[in-house]
């Protein structure tokens, strides 16, 4: 694996080499036995990751829902839960911005979120605790065992200002608390891409995160991870990002 701020290049496998160029042009080499579904998620993974870093934006790993008007982002170690929230507040009549990558860039002073593919990474234990039909799910080939739930009207197709941004961590009981601006930096930074998958990144991307620590608010989000909590979690969120 080679990221670099004009080409990266990724090899899964033997199965398929993706190269992206100056965040212009992705190129993907693959066997040919290998199933469209698979091709597809590393193409809007790493694929779609690296040309968004590469034409400047800060990639994060996380999702983003827009609620009553505001935009809420998640992010997290992978497994915290970020896609499963997104979806209750989904299953709640909130529209969806982006899973899996959250590529935020200044438009006109204004920190924004861009939208991605309309669709959450969701697993069947999740979709069911959410009341979200097994059958509507595609398979991902994501070896963690998620599924594609597609998105209809529920998505933003336009680039909207960000409120906020929820770490989530696991913790005994709900709690919501401040970051400071040093910690969001680190916490940014851990969570961004290339810097989460141990690669270096240019000066621009620790700009870029610092920028948005001192304009946007950020909070640690702590809670038991207990799938029959969700819609708790998703009453509290929507409480919370009215206040900010």
Known sequence: MEVGSNTAV????????????TGQRITVKINPDLDDNLIRFFVLGWGMATILYQRGFLVLHGSAVAIQGRVAAFIGVPGAGKSSLAASLYSRGHSIVTDDNL???????????SPAFPQLRVSPAVAQALG?????????????????????????????????????????????????????IIELTRHSFP??????ANAQHFLNCSS???AIPIYRLKRPKLLGLLPELSRSIEAHIMTI
């Open 195 to 200: 810097t989460r998958i141990r690669k270096p």
């Open 103 to 113: 590529a935020v860039a200044s438009m006109n002073g204004t920190l924004r979120v």
């Open 10 to 21: 990724f090899s899964f496998k033997n199965e398929a080499t993706i190269r992206v160029d």
């Open 132 to 184: 979200i039909d097994l059958r509507s799910l595609v398979p991902l080939n994501d070896h963690k065992g998620k599924f594609g739930l597609r998105i209809g009207k529920q998505f933003a197709d336009s680039r909207l200002p960000l409120n906020c941004i929820y770490i989530i961590e696991e913790g005994a009981e709900l709690e919501i608390t401040p970051v400071g601006y040093m910690e969001s």
């Open 212 to 214: 948005l620590a001192k």
